[in-house]
């Protein structure tokens, strides 16, 4: 079931961080009002991880856009260890689920993921996340 990201102002502020090529000045582009619900796990990942590799693991490399929505089976209530997939409604390619961004569900309904190739790692609420990240999310069971 896809479930509407809100947080508009919040969520453009935050694109602010992505931009960013220092991250040790992270901090800075939140608004107060999400202080706090933002904690930077690691600086930098060196291992070259995008989003979707470091939430699904990177042995699943055929987990991309529309695919991951296939492999998986649905979510109906997230638990720990779920994978949130943020996706655009409709891309410009015409994709009705592309994928955009990936993290995993926390135990207190916060999602760690990685923002960037190579970049930070933040544990963060649902709807924290740049805009850029898409405007639905779905939950996904990953079966190990």
Request: aromatic share 8%; charged share 25%; proline share 5%.
């Amino acid at each position: 079931m896809r479930t509407k990201i809100k947080n508009k102002k919040i969520r453009k502020a935050i694109e602010e961080i992505v931009l960013i090529p220092d991250f040790t000045a992270w901090r800075l582009y939140l608004p107060d009002a999400s202080s706090g619900k933002i904690s930077l796990m690691m600086q930098e990942d060196r291992n070259g991880q995008d989003c979707v590799d470091y939430a699904v693991g990177a042995h699943q490399r055929n987990c991309k856009g529309a695919g991951c929505l296939n492999l998986y089976p649905e979510a109906i209530k997230p638990q720990e260890g779920n994978i949130i997939l943020y996706h655009v409604k409709h891309s410009r390619n015409g994709d009705k689920n592309r994928i955009v961004h990936a993290g995993i569900c926390q135990e207190d309904g916060t999602i760690i993921s990685k923002w960037g190739k190579g970049g930070p790692i933040f544990n963060h609420p649902v709807d924290y996340v740049p805009l850029g990240y898409g405007n639905y999310v779905t939950f996904r069971r990953i079966l190990r």
